[in-house]
């Protein structure tokens, strides 16, 4: 038996796949992962698809609300009160939008099944400081400087997904005063 | 593994359909341990030839535990177990069951749940109405029974008024599955318990519509059907055990003294997988996947059997 390295909370994404059987097709992503979901976009049937991304007003029901993620929030919810049991879900961008649209859409009744989360765009982490909770986006490097707390913290690869984000525990928790060396995040 | 017994008295026997005898049970001792909805115990009752071990679904509500009610319905080709409960088992008799377990829990996070009954597959949902009103749940209770046989409890679930919809099909009214299972919003799943043909087609039809697995929830208890006798071969203890055409495998080791974990006695747990050394199996359980049955090293012993006339086990 192979033991595996890696810790099991951390998600292992996919390149999302048509579900033909759905009966929405709803697409979700920020603009720099268009790419990864527009031909899946492109092939489905025009009246079964919705396509939503962030800051684009064009794509929300409501122009203003649509540039934030609370706006896009709001309208996804919309979109899912009326939705099919056959819906599917298909969502591309940070890591952290990921998991924030997921559990989204959890709270409106799917189930993840039903939701494809495509490869983060970047390596860029949020973090969860389990000091004083925190949260930090798009955290890049190892040890971190907790902007809450302001401890150095180490960023495990252990993920907690009702945050969207990886968990920081002080590195130097015996001596503060010891600075260990920063490593870029694989 | 061993399953703790716990020694119950028959308190009372109530037919509750022309072919269901209602059956509440009392501990002889104390009280009894809470379950969860749709959990079942099995009954061990003291047959003529060997002891008969049968898993029935709680129907009564979870929150007492001052006693169990289990419904069991008489089945034409009956092994012997439905048999016993409705012709010998009186009031006052003592018995021997398992502690609850439960592998058709509801999903609480569902925003409503659709249950489809058929025929004495009304059982678990007994259990779960208590709770899921309790709840303030939304639900829908769709039952099909044939009135001349097993509707069951049909008084009380009109009750429920607009959340209940009951099909007789002695007076030619049926349920719609396309119908009942469109229009359906996200969050909400579908359990099913019934006959195996009932549950293939909510299954089927639900897929059909684009229904993701992970909403469909069934409990497909079977008791084991008879088969040809063959003889299994246990290659840790030597033994060699004959087994019947009317008894499961689990049975007939049983009866010779092996002990092997389970929980369901009907395919569906994977309590008694059980290594297969050499022979072929026809399987009839509900657990193991396409691929596990095509590699043919393991076996439920409680529902399926030899493919050929022997069978060598890892026991």
């Known amino acids: 038996m192979q033991i595996d390295p890696s810790i099991k909370s951390r998600p292992k994404y996919q390149v999302p796949v048509l579900v033909g059987s759905a009966r929405l097709q709803l697409f979700i992503c920020e603009p720099a992962a268009r790419d990864q979901l527009m031909s899946l976009h492109q092939q489905c049937e025009p009246e079964q698809t919705y396509w939503l991304e962030v800051g684009d007003p064009v794509a929300c029901d409501s122009a203003a609300e649509s540039c934030t993620f609370e706006g896009l929030a709001a309208c996804l919810q919309r979109r899912l009160a009326g939705a099919p049991v056959a819906t599917r879900l298909y969502v591309a961008g940070s890591e952290a939008f990921l998991w924030d649209v997921r559990n989204q859409a959890l709270a409106a009744g799917l189930v993840d099944e039903q939701i494809q989360l495509a490869p983060p765009v970047s390596r860029a982490r949020r973090l969860f400081c389990t000091h004083c909770y925190t949260r930090m986006e798009g955290v890049e490097t190892s040890p971190h400087r907790c902007s809450g707390c302001g401890r150095l913290l180490l960023v495990r690869d252990h993920f907690a997904r009702l945050h969207g984000a990886y968990v920081g525990v002080q590195i130097n928790a015996e001596d503060p005063n010891e600075q260990p060396e920063q490593e870029v995040l694989q | ?315």
């Open chain 2, 1 to 315: 593994m061993s399953i703790d017994s716990i020694a119950v008295r028959v308190a009372a026997i109530e037919p509750v359909a022309p072919l269901i005898r209602e059956f509440r049970l009392e501990a002889v001792e104390g009280g009894l341990p809470p379950f969860s909805p749709g959990s079942h115990i099995q009954v061990a009752m003291p047959g003529e030839v060997r002891e008969i071990r049968n898993a029935y679904s709680l129907c009564s509500d979870p929150a007492d535990t001052t006693g169990y009610t289990i419904a069991v319905r008489l089945q034409e080709n009956s092994r012997g177990g439905s048999q016993f409960m409705h012709t010998r088992v009186r009031v006052g008799d003592r018995l021997s069951i398992t502690p609850p377990a439960n592998f058709f829990a509801p999903v609480w996070q569902a925003r409503k749940h659709l249950l489809v009954a058929g025929g004495v597959g009304i059982t678990p949902f007994i259990s779960y109405l208590h709770e899921l009103e309790r709840q303030n749940a939304e639900f829908e209770l769709h039952h099909l029974y044939r009135g001349t046989q097993t509707g069951a409890y049909c008084a009380r679930l009109q009750q429920l008024g607009t959340k209940y919809f009951g099909y007789d099909s002695d007076n030619e009214v049926f349920c719609d599955l396309n119908q009942l299972l469109s229009n359906r919003e996200p969050g909400t799943h579908v359990y099913i318990c019934g006959p195996e043909p009932l549950i293939e087609g909510v299954c089927a039809t639900a897929r059909e519509l684009g229904w993701p697995d992970s909403l469909i929830h069934y409990e497909a208890f079977a008791a084991p059907e008879p088969g040809e006798p063959f003889k299994a071969q246990l290659a840790r203890s030597g033994k060699a055990v004959e087994v019947g055409s009317d008894e499961s495998l689990l049975e007939a080791l049983e009866r010779e003294g092996v002990t092997v974990p389970n929980l369901c006695r009907g395919g569906v747990c994977g309590q008694c997988a059980t290594q297969v050394v050499d022979g072929a199996v026809e399987h009839r359980d509900d657990f193991l996947s396409a691929d596990e049955k095509a590699s043919g090293t393991c076996i439920m012993p409680c529902v399926s059997r030899a493919a050929g006339n022997h069978l060598t086990l890892d026991l």
